[in-house]
């Protein structure tokens, strides 16, 4: 079973409307309804960090070379 996903906006009286569903007529369909609104908020919350700028001082030197005992 194919699955559809879409994102709309609920209209002022409550009602949804599903547009260009690539389904044939007919078919029976379940569909499920999640308020996405506090899911921004959430992830937000979670990540504080997300979307700050990073900056690496020497992005070319090695790292921990001093840890390692190879042969030369």
Do not use: I, N
């Amino acid at each position: 079973m194919a699955g559809v996903h879409l994102q709309t906006v609920v209209s002022p009286d409550g009602t949804l409307t599903l547009r260009d569903l690539s389904l044939l007529a007919g078919h029976v369909v379940e569909v499920l309804v999640r308020d996405c609104s506090s899911d921004r908020k959430e992830m937000s919350e979670r990540y504080p960090l997300r979307g700050t700028p990073v900056e690496y001082k020497h992005p070319f030197e090695g790292v921990a070379e001093g840890d390692w005992d190879a042969a030369v």
